[in-house]
């Protein structure tokens, strides 16, 4: 089956340092990975859509410089957070495509970030 | 921008009572699906549905295109089903999902 994991579970930082988190699809090509952060009493924002082979799309309130993404096969994605505050503490899901149209998406389990 | 609305925000019910969720969005979507946010935090998803009737289990989403909407029904409720119940959409293939702010759903024996 298709199968999503993601490293860390859960991590700690402290104000100002950085977190990478990585994203590893098993059973299938992940064509697209979508990030995106659920903060605390909020619902998911989608952060960036990463394709292989195309420019990482990035929405706004989200840049490149603060969340860079990796995205090197069709199996493995990672995003960092860099010079992380408490705004940035939450749930960062990682959702995987198996194929340019398919509609289906398979999620992580998730990273709980928490800055202290 | 493209929104999703749910409703209700929260819902109690006696366990075996059934349960009907909403979600309205406000631009056409390509693909539509609910998911379920356990109260540890972790994303399943339980149906994709785009347009019409879908069954799973004691799940049943109905989605109308044309008036933007879908609902998920819960026949039978469990203390197990307790949790958050998420619509999100997608306006074309190429973007990421636009989740609701979900409904809570609570189940009591």
């Known amino acids: 089956g298709a199968l999503v994991y993601q490293y860390p579970r859960r991590t700690i930082c402290k104000s100002g340092t950085s977190m990478r988190m990585e994203c590893q699809a098993v059973?299938?090509?992940?064509?697209?990975v979508a990030w995106y952060r659920q903060s605390p009493q909020k619902t998911f924002e989608l952060i960036a859509l990463?394709?292989?082979?195309?420019?990482?799309?990035?929405e706004q309130n989200f840049t490149q410089e603060k969340f860079p993404i990796s995205h090197p096969n069709l199996s493995f994605s990672s995003m960092t957070v860099l010079n992380a505050y408490l705004e940035d503490r939450g749930l960062y899901l990682c959702?995987?495509?198996?194929?340019?149209?398919?509609?289906?998406?398979?999620f992580g389990p998730g990273t709980r970030l928490t800055v202290l | 921008g493209q929104q999703v609305q749910q409703s209700p925000a929260s819902l109690v019910l006696q366990e075996g009572e059934n349960a009907e969720l909403q979600c309205n969005f406000s631009?056409?979507?390509?693909?539509l699906q609910w998911f379920y946010q356990s109260p540890g935090g972790s994303l399943v998803s339980l149906l994709s549905?785009?347009?019409g009737t879908k069954h799973t289990g004691r799940l049943t989403s109905t989605t109308v295109t044309k008036e933007r909407r879908s609902s998920l029904h819960i026949s039978s409720s469990q203390t197990t089903d307790s949790g958050t119940y998420l619509c999100?959409?997608?306006?074309?293939?190429?973007?990421?999902?636009?989740f609701g702010l979900g409904t809570r759903v609570s189940v009591f024996p």
């Open positions: 959702g995987a495509k198996p194929g340019l149209g398919g509609l289906e998406q398979y």
């Open positions: 059973g299938f090509q992940a064509t697209s």
């Open positions: 990463s394709t292989v082979n195309s420019a990482i799309k990035y």
């Open positions: 631009s056409t979507a390509t693909q």
């Open positions: 549905n785009p347009s």
């Open positions: 999100a959409i997608v306006n074309n293939y190429a973007q990421g999902l636009t």
